[in-house]
């Protein structure tokens, strides 16, 4: 018998601190830093974006945001037998312990399953899930938590308006269970090292402190041109494997990076604007929460529905972009 892997419950969390436009705004003119609403919605269509309070950690966005897709899967923690979590803002430097650990931990699973964190910035979640996919297809888990989080706040410089005034906090989680139903339709990915340093953090630490800046720089320009062009390709490319047309993409869940974007990558598919789930308005780009955030939205709302079939699909740094094409 084929075994498939399927999204069986979604979940995830926002910190309680919203920022408007406006706001962050009055914020930054206080430092002498110009900006306005009308800039940022016109280039990017964020209105607001939450904040983790200081004491708040990767892990604790993805332990409220797990608990919420283990309950709505109907499962108990130690029923997980693997954690992926993608963030590019774990809990400790140097990434280890793993923030996965770290949630399973806090979860209280002591099945001795394993847990890892993946890092393909705002592509993370899409390579966590195809990576769970594999790992269900091939037998060897069962009940696999995919979680992406971020505090992205913390790797802002308040001072770059270009950039700070993009992104936000939070985290998103589903549980993918084996199936004798599809479940992912296809997943592709790809990466491209050489464009590295058109959105990076550059610094790195040695001698126990931090050399160069742990700023998140982007070439803003740079990153939008290659961003509408991979997008496109990397659905068509899910599509062709599966064998589905675009037509019969019921809801495509883009990274929520900036709506313009977004809007393109529609487009170019050929599917109206409604069959897209939109939350950068309020989210902003919450990197490699974005997608499991906007798709438990969109399943609470009720708006995707089992039965439909879902474009998920991201890009980011490295650069890497990928799809996953699933049916709920
Ligand atoms: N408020 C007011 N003015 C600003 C601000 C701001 N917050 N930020 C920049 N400006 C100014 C610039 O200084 C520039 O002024 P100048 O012409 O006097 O030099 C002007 O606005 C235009 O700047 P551009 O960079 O050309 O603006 P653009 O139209 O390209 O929009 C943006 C910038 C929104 C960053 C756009 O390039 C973009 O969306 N890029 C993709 C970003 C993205 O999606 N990143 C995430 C993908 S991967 C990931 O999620 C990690």
Redesign the pocket.
């Known amino acids: 018998m084929t075994i498939y892997s399927k999204i069986v419950g979604t979940g995830s969390y926002l910190p309680a601190k919203r920022v408007t436009n406006n706001e962050l705004a009055a914020q930054l003119a206080e430092q002498g830093i ?3 609403d009308e ?2 919605v016109t ?2 269509g964020i209105s607001a974006r939450h904040y983790a309070e200081p004491t708040q950690l990767s892990s604790d966005l993805a332990l409220a945001a797990a608990q919420r897709a283990l309950e709505a899967a109907g499962m108990q923690a130690n029923d997980i037998d693997l954690i992926i979590l993608a963030t590019s803002t774990p809990d400790h430097l140097g990434g280890f312990p793993s923030t996965a650990c770290v949630v399973q931990h806090k979860l209280g699973i002591t099945n001795g399953s394993p847990a890892m964190d993946v890092q393909a ?2 592509s993370g979640f899409v390579y966590a899930m195809s990576v769970a996919d594999s790992f269900i297809k091939s037998g060897a888990h069962k009940n696999v938590l995919v979680i992406g989080t971020e505090v992205f706040s913390r790797i802002l410089d308040f001072k770059d ?2 950039t700070c ?2 992104f936000g906090d939070g985290a998103g989680a589903v549980v993918m269970s084996a199936s004798s139903e599809p479940g992912v339709l296809a997943s592709k990915l790809h990466a491209d090292g050489s464009h590295g340093h058109i ?1 990076c953090v550059p610094g790195n630490v040695g001698n126990g402190a931090v050399a160069g800046s742990a700023y998140l720089y ?1 070439d ?2 740079a ?2 041109k290659l ?1 509408v062009s991979v997008l496109d390709k990397v659905a068509r490319e899910a599509l062709a494997a599966a064998k589905v047309d675009a037509s019969e993409i019921d809801w495509l869940i883009p ?1 929520q ?2 709506i ?2 977004m809007q393109g990558t529609a487009k170019k598919l050929g599917l109206p604007l409604e069959k897209m789930v939109v939350t950068v308005g309020e989210h902003g ?1 919450t ?1 490699a929460a974005s997608i499991p955030l906007a798709l438990d939205q969109a399943v609470r709302d009720g708006r995707v529905k089992p039965g439909h079939t879902v474009m998920m699909e991201g ?3 490295g650069f890497t972009w990928g799809a996953v094409l699933a049916r709920m």
């Open positions: 110009e900006t306005s800039w940022i280039r990017s910035v705002c308006r270009s005034v993009l959105l982007m803003g320009p990153v939008f961003a990274h990076a900036n313009r974007i780009n990197s890009v980011g740094g």
